[in-house]
């Protein structure tokens, strides 16, 4: 059965808007969990825009289901992560003007850095995992430099329009699963998805964990944490 990594950055983002305490991830994360999250996703930013330092060190002492850390390939970040020992890293591309992370990392441009960079934190027992497009050739790649997992984006599936754009996008998704199966590689997925489009993805079979954060969050808004996590967790598990 696949499982639900909820993202708590927006609550972050929220407590930044203000630059204050409140509202606290830690307490996000623990109330996610309490509603049966498997894990936890968190982004600590080279800008430090939301997550800081201090919410990556208390709630590797609070979670206490997994804790997924999204993370530029830095020296900095690689060094946080062997101090934290998150159970998985997630490495996404950055850049400091977008408003969240759009297009995958570019695992060809960037093997030699990765490769080295993914031994050290599998050498620690970090699981690994590769926030890529859906592209065969970044997949090999992905295989190539040692990753455990890879994490498909949704983006461009998510902002499809039109049955047909859904459809093809859909099914590059579906190419792109199988090709990682061959290689041995773990499937993740995420970015963009809601309680509605995340209905067809749910049909294919193999993807192991959903990283979702900004239809959750919107909906605790309004409806609070616990319940926009079950209704999410309802729709992944039945
Ligand atoms: N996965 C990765 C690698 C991401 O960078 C993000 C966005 O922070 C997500 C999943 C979650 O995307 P969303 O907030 O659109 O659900």
């Known amino acids: 059965m696949a499982k639900l990594s909820v993202n708590i950055d927006h609550i972050a983002t929220i407590r930044q808007a203000r630059g ?3 509202p606290d991830p830690v307490a996000a ?9 498997d894990g936890i996703t968190l982004h600590l ?15 590797r002492k609070t979670i206490k289901t997994r804790m997924n850390l999204e993370m530029a390939l830095t020296d900095e970040m690689v060094a946080i992560a062997l101090k934290t020992l998150p159970e998985t ?3 996404v591309p950055e850049g400091r003007h977008e408003l969240t992370t759009e297009g995958g990392l570019d695992v ?4 030699s850095s990765l490769k080295q960079k993914i031994a050290l934190m599998k050498q620690a027992g970090i699981v690994v995992s590769l926030f890529i497009e859906p592209d065969l050739e970044q997949i090999k790649a ?11 984006h949704t983006g461009m599936y998510c902002e499809a329009k039109g049955t047909s754009e859904r459809n093809e996008q859909l099914r ?23 309680y509605r489009n995340i209905l067809p993805v749910l049909k294919l079979p193999g993807i192991e964990e959903y990283n979702i954060g900004h239809s959750i969050i919107s909906r605790a808004s309004l409806v609070g944490i616990d319940r926009a996590v ?8 039945g």
Do not use: C, F, P, W
């Open 172 to 194: 590059r998704i579906e190419l792109g699963m199988s090709a990682a199966r061959k290689l041995g590689l773990g499937i993740n997925a995420g970015h963009g998805l809601d």
């Open 230 to 237: 079950r209704d999410m967790l309802t729709l992944i598990k």
């Open 142 to 152: 992905s295989h190539k430099v040692g990753a455990d997992y890879i994490e498909i």
């Open 45 to 59: 930013r080279e800008d430090r825009r939301h997550i800081q330092d201090r919410d990556v060190e208390v709630l």
């Open 89 to 91: 890293v997630t490495l």
């Open 20 to 22: 204050g305490a409140e």
């Open 29 to 37: 994360a623990a109330l996610a969990e309490l509603a049966g999250a």
């Open 108 to 111: 060809i441009l960037l093997q």
